[in-house]
């Protein structure tokens, strides 16, 4: 790597800039990378849902990614919504050509509001094609009911046990979120293969909770290529995140449920 990390993220829009590829650039920005996109959807939502979707055709999706990455290799990849099985193709045949050191799988399948962002035909590609490729899924607990057909796990136990049946599916890593489970803490489990860790950090009580998994992700994207380790790389941006939520309720966008904070730690 030389300069600083270029990180691109792979994604749907979000107009509202709380999620998708506007919130991975804020996170880049927000960590010191330098933020590229490939757009694979374009997504009419804000804070209080999504109104519509246009797919962009995979064909195009592909131009995207050979006319940036023969230029700019990327030094870690985030991926998002892929909103079809076509598209979910095209990016796997990206990464098998251009092999960037690091892939971040974020399976976005449903937003918040209940909207689904992939198509239910398109799962068995994404678990078929692209998760094999990742070196780091990062599924919430619905999403991973989701890739198992299983229900979602209720208690911690039951998260540990679809943790291990996701490696089961060929990934290298999961970092399951837990944060749909009660309590006064989240707790998320990072699987290796070689090592089970449960992180933990303190529930923020707020409502404004827009675009969480898209910037936990991302931050890990920017932030594994200047770290030792995924657990390092993770930790680290488990702690911007609660950051962001900490300080989301100062920002009064929108009238659903608002973003997290991405530049918390410089206005």
């Known amino acids: 790597m030389t300069g600083i990390p270029k990180v691109l993220s792979i994604a749907g829009t979000d107009p509202s800039g709380g999620a998708g590829i506007q ?18 959807a374009l997504v009419a939502q804000t804070t209080t849902g999504v109104r519509a979707i246009h797919e962009v055709p995979a064909e195009f999706v592909t131009q995207q990614l050979d006319t940036l990455l023969t230029d700019v290799p990327a030094d870690a990849v985030k991926i998002g919504m892929l ?10 045949s990206a990464l098998r050509a251009y092999r960037p ?3 971040v799988l974020d399976p976005v ?5 209940g909207d689904r962002l992939l198509a239910a035909e398109a799962v068995s590609s994404l678990r078929e094609e692209l998760l094999p490729l990742a070196d780091l899924i990062t599924p919430n607990l619905p999403e991973a009911a989701d890739l198992l057909g299983e229900p979602e796990a ?5 998260m540990r046990d679809q943790a291990r049946r996701l490696l089961g599916l ?3 890593r999961v970092l399951l979120k837990g944060g749909h489970l009660d309590g006064e803490e989240c707790v998320d489990l990072l699987l290796t293969g070689e090592e089970e860790i449960e992180m ?23 932030l594994r290529p200047r770290h030792e380790g995924w657990p390092d790389a993770v930790r680290a941006a488990k702690d ?3 950051g962001a939520l900490r300080a989301a309720d100062t920002l009064g966008v929108g009238h659903g449920r608002g973003p997290v904070h991405h530049f918390h730690a410089i206005w």
């Open 23 to 40: 919130a991975d650039l804020k996170a880049f920005s927000a960590l010191g990378a330098y933020g590229m996109t490939v757009v694979t």
């Open 240 to 242: 911007y995140l609660t």
């Open 200 to 222: 933990t950090a303190p529930r923020v009580p707020t409502r404004n909770t827009h675009g969480t998994g898209c910037t936990l992700s991302s931050a890990i994207a920017a």
């Open 101 to 103: 050191p690091y892939v």
């Open 170 to 172: 060929g990934v290298r």
């Open 154 to 158: 209720k208690t911690l136990d039951e």
């Open 109 to 113: 399948m449903v937003a918040k509001s």
């Open 83 to 92: 909103s079809d099985a076509r598209v979910t193709r095209a990016v796997a």
